[in-house]
């Protein structure tokens, strides 16, 4: 039981480190816009910040180490997707070939 | 003479080893009394005796089993000794003796052309097509240099590689070259003596132009073009292109380049009186008879009289033989070519695919999906043929595939990868607001004004891989990406209102998700309206618009003190629109701010007509109004209905998801052609360069080139005799391409889904696809490119081979739409659903079996198209 409420804690640190990424993103995709946009771009941020800091606050301290973990794996997950992307690309594109191939 | 240099009409049809097949063709003609110019052929024994006198014979037969690694050397070899070492005395003076003769006979200084003429031209199915050389406007200091480089490019490396490829010995070939006078043409083409495209031998083709005929063959310019009846020579259909550009005849005292801007009041005449035109037909028509096959001929006129330069077998290559040799099984990528149906150019489509991808693949400079690629995944039991019928189609209607168990599992795994990877992508995308791209207009001028930045490196920064520091970057690719939703809340859609409310009007779905509010191509159709509006206010403005072609109406214009104000509101236009053109996807196309013609032709347009945009928009507005009453009255029947309103709120909500997701698709559209845009300045930019350097001789060349090719030219490994000839050869593929259209499919032989046209009580019927609702009988215009057919008259029924926002103005004035390519949710059918218009896409040849003036019913539900009665006979 305790391994399955692990898990659970695991994937729900997963999805509250998607929504704080989603809040984050917030502030580049509206900047162009912030003076007007600020409001609803930090009121994502502290929400779900405040979200996770209660969930983890009302857990025991062996789920707040999965929802932790949950929370991080994520995270550094979705930072590496950029620099993957880029080595992906940058092996793949045409123009670097030589000429005489 | 002797057998070294021959007369031309000393050769016949039976000499080409000795003339080759250019020289026996030329010769064969002026001995038959055909009115080609005098000139003499060198024959190919001169080659040899040239050879011999090098010593080079031994050379030239090792090289067969010269290893790899040596090729390079001793090609290169071999023709530097041709170009540069003195012909024997001679076969020198014979040259010049014979051309000495040439220049008597005319009683008068002439210039002259020196084209090669292959021994092995005749080869079966080699073609040897742009391979060897030929230069113009030679004088007597350098023929013999010219009739040196003419040997010299049997050993160019692509003709070397031709030869290597199609197991010809490289000894056995041998050139002759053909010395003829240039005739200085005032208008010059090439006709066909049967449709090189349909196969067609009752119709004779002829394209003319301004100028020497260079121009049109290499593609440079887009001639006007005239189809005619065999039979009696009556014109079927003719267009006048807008000839931008000719190649001069005579240059004047300080002028060094001889391509010039055609004068204005030229540019959209025809090149052709009747007289003439009869005249080019029926000599076209005598050459066929004489080779007893259809001809490709190249004429020029000068001072009134016909000359024939030129006339070869055509080669018809049919559309189904692109892609013969291609494996796999791959179906167009319909989103690409509903919005223009030429190939790329090479430069655009390498840029386009500068990261292969594993679904798509460019055939011939069109963009294809690899059907198998997308097949194996798919947990559907489906075949290649349904998939490609499906991608081809993209209906409205959800397939009806059966689940294939098997694949279920592999199935959900890639689609939680795909989930893990992009749901912060989907989450963020959610809501965004209208304006949430704007940010990327700075950074598209940023990098486009950056001058150490090349285009492939733009390209990548702005459409597909930001840098951190500019995160909006890939903005318009991601927006896209995730837009790809409203088909799913489309389909959730249709089956809620189905469920609840089975017998609402067929296109019910279509008019809950209509409205354009913060779509930005809707909006630059109100900016054009409104400058037709301003135009309309200044009585001077809006009789220089309509009296004038549109390129003469903006010089005027400029010089109007009256037309200030309607000329700042069309730079404040351009300054937020001016990246868009016609055929937009290709980075050839100048933009609306280089050639604000094009939006002026579209603002005339919008002068003709007495309706505006609004009226559309309220029609829409009111039937989504009425929908709604309705759709809430019958929803009132059902339980629990009346108390909440459960059903219609989720109607509306998805609805509105739906518009959300359709307009952020049609966005970030405007934003990655403004991207395209910011390369294009990069190209340009560079191409100016390229010129000053003399790397490049003709504008809009660099677009033949491949990214690396560019690359090599910046840095002096590859210089302008290198990429000469591949330039003219992809020109002329290029041409060739574009006239004939992509197969829809390669490697797959998808049946075809609508019936043939087929006559029945004597109107012709053509099927396609409806794409909006409603009937309508009206006359046909047939458009075929807006920026120069742009008079449509109110009530005229639309017919065109594509349409993009560019063509938008024009369904303002269409009673009803034709489209040749397209689907449901193609430019074409969403701007007639949202003007109320019927309209029918994907009909297979509309713009050649529709003509002009024709009357015609169209039919939206059905998505058929009756010719009802030619034009003539109603």
Partial sequence: MTLLLQIAAFALGTYLSIRMIVALHGIADLWFMIDKAWPRVLTGVFAWGAVIGVVAWLMDEAYRTALAWGLLTYLVFYLSLLPLARLYFASRRTDRQSFED | ?874
């Fill in chain 2, 1 to 874: 003479m002797t057998s070294l240099v021959l007369s031309l009409d000393e050769v016949g049809a039976t000499h080409a080893n000795l003339a080759g097949g250019k020289g026996a063709n030329l010769g064969e003609l002026l001995r038959n009394g055909f009115p080609v110019p005098p000139g003499f052929v060198v024959c190919a024994d001169a080659y040899a005796r040239f050879l011999e006198a090098l010593d080079l014979g031994a050379e030239l037969r090792a090289l067969d089993s010269a290893p790899p690694e040596e090729m390079v050397e001793r090609r290169s070899g071999i023709r530097a000794r041709l170009e540069n070492e003195d012909l024997p005395r001679e076969l020198a003076d014979l040259i010049l003796a014979a051309h000495g003769r040439l220049i008597e006979n005319r009683g008068r200084p002439i210039v002259c052309a020196v084209r090669s003429s292959a021994t092995a031209e005749d080869l079966g199915a080699a073609s040897f097509a742009g391979q060897h050389g030929t230069y113009y406007y030679v004088e007597a200091a350098q023929l013999l240099q010219k009739v040196r480089q003419c040997w010299g490019s049997l050993w160019s490396p692509e003709a070397v590689s031709y030869r290597a490829t199609h197991g010809i010995d490289h000894a056995s070939v041998s050139m002759a070259v053909v010395v003829q006078e240039m005739i200085a043409s005032e208008v010059s083409g090439v006709s066909f003596t049967a449709n090189p495209v349909s196969g067609s031998r009752d119709e004779v083709i002829v394209e003319s132009s301004w100028g020497m005929g260079a121009a049109i063959v290499d593609g440079r310019v887009t001639p006007d073009n005239y189809v005619l009846e065999r039979a009696d020579l009556r014109v079927r259909t003719q267009r006048v292109a807008d000839k931008r550009l000719m190649v001069a005849a005579r240059l004047e005292a300080g002028q060094n380049a001889r391509l010039e801007e055609v004068p204005n009041a030229m540019r959209r005449r025809e090149s052709l009186t009747p007289d003439l035109l009869r005249t080019v037909a029926q000599w076209s028509l005598k050459c066929a008879a004489h080779f007893g096959k259809p001809q490709d001929v190249e004429w020029a006129i000068c001072d009134g009289c016909f000359y024939l330069l030129q006339s070869r077998p055509i080669t018809v290559m049919g559309r189904e033989d692109i892609g013969r040799d291609i494996k796999g099984k791959y179906v167009l990528f319909k989103p690409l070519v509903e919005n223009f149906t030429d190939p790329f150019t090479p430069l655009a489509g390498n840029l386009l695919m500068l990261i292969p991808s594993l679904l798509f693949r460019s055939i011939h400079g069109w963009i294809y999906v690899d059907v198998e690629a997308l097949r194996r995944p798919l947990p559907f039991k489906v075949s290649a043929e349904s998939l490609a019928d499906y991608l081809y189609s993209i209906s409205k209607d959800a397939p009806a595939w059966k689940v294939s168990v098997s694949k279920l599992p592999a199935l959900l795994v890639l689609g939680f990868m795909f989930f893990i990877v992009n749901v912060v992508l989907l989450l963020r995308t959610r809501n965004l607001p209208d304006r949430a791209l704007d940010s990327y207009r700075a950074l598209c001028e940023k990098i486009g004004a950056d001058p150490l930045i090349g285009p492939a490196d733009a390209m990548v920064r702005l459409l597909l891989l930001p840098k951190l520091r500019d995160p909006v970057a890939n903005m318009p690719l991601l927006v896209n990406l995730s837009a790809v939703r409203y088909i799913a809340r489309m389909r959730v859609l249709r089956r809620v209102v189905r469920r609840w409310a089975p017998d609402v009007r067929a296109d019910a779905e279509a008019i809950l998700c209509s409205g354009s509010e913060g779509v930005l191509s809707a909006e630059m159709g109100r900016g054009i309206w409104a400058l037709a509006v301003e135009a309309n206010r200044n009585a001077r403005v809006r009789g220089i618009l309509l009296a004038q072609a549109p390129e003469r109406a903006l010089a005027e214009l400029r010089l109007s003190t009256d037309a200030r104000e309607f000329l700042r509101r069309l730079d404040g236009f351009l300054a937020k629109n001016g990246h868009r053109a016609i055929k937009e996807w290709e980075l050839r196309s100048p933009r609306w701010e280089e050639n604000p013609a094009v939006v002026l032709g579209m603002i005339r347009n919008y002068l003709l007509i007495e309706a505006a945009p609004a009226i559309h928009e309220q029609k829409a507005a009111e039937a989504r109004a009425v929908l709604i009453d309705d759709l809430r009255a019958r929803l009132q029947a059902l339980p629990l209905e009346r108390a909440f309103g459960l059903r219609q709120r989720l109607i509306l909500f998805a609805a509105e998801r739906v518009r959300y997701f359709q307009k952020m698709r049609e966005n970030s559209r405007f934003y990655y052609i403004m991207g395209l845009g910011a390369v294009r300045k990069i190209v340009l930019r560079i191409e100016g360069e390229l010129m000053r350097q003399g790397k490049l001789k003709c504008k809009d060349d660099i677009f033949f080139l491949q990214v690396n090719e560019l690359t090599e030219l910046q840095a002096g490994r590859l210089g302008w005799l290198d990429v000469e000839d591949t330039i003219r050869e992809r020109r002329i593929e290029h041409i060739r391409l574009c006239k004939m259209g992509p197969p829809k499919t390669i490697g797959i032989d998808m049946r075809e889904k609508y019936a043939p046209a087929t006559q029945h009580e004597g109107t012709t019927l053509l099927q396609g696809q409806p794409a909006s609702p409603g009937a309508y009988e009206g006359r046909a215009r047939v458009i075929l490119d807006p920026s120069i057919d742009v008079e449509l008259s109110p009530g005229e029924v639309l017919v065109a081979p594509y349409t993009d926002p560019a063509w938008t103005p024009l369904f303002l004035t269409a009673g009803a739409a034709v489209v040749e390519v397209g689907s449901y949710l193609s430019h074409a059918g969403t701007v007639a659903r949202e003007f109320g218009m019927p309209c029918v896409v994907d009909v297979a040849e509309a713009t050649q079996k529709i003509r002009n003036g024709d009357r015609v019913a169209v039919d939206g539900d059905l998505g058929s198209v009756r010719i009802l009665a030619h034009r003539g006979d109603a």
